[in-house]
């Protein structure tokens, strides 16, 4: 009895947050709610960060690669987006035959 009472806190406390790799608790599947907004903002946490000092002299080199890795990205992803909001609110054209 007493171990089920025990598991029941330990499905309350795991359902109220991530385990600490960030998965999910076993049992849940979350959606992925990363945005391109979001990674937007991550690159400003990065260039802060830097320009703060955030970061060793050590790490300085992965923090870099990574932070070209994601402004590539971005840019590659930026305009695949423009042109679906600019369309977005135009009428679409109509064939005439």
Not at 17 to 23: I, M
Not at 30 to 42: F, M, V
Request: hydrophobic share 40%; proline share 8%; net charge positive.
């Amino acid at each position: 009895m007493a171990k089920a009472k025990k598991d029941s806190k330990a499905d309350k406390t795991a359902t109220a947050a991530p385990s600490a790799s960030g998965q999910p608790p076993t049992g849940q599947q979350l959606a992925p709610d990363l945005t391109i907004a979001d990674l937007k903002n991550l690159s400003t946490i990065i260039d802060v960060a830097s320009t703060r000092g955030a970061f060793r002299a050590n790490e300085m080199a992965t923090v870099g690669v990574m932070f070209n890795k994601l402004q590539a990205f971005l840019a590659k992803v930026a305009p695949e987006q423009k042109p679906e909001n600019a369309t977005a609110g135009a009428p679409s054209p109509v064939e005439t035959k």
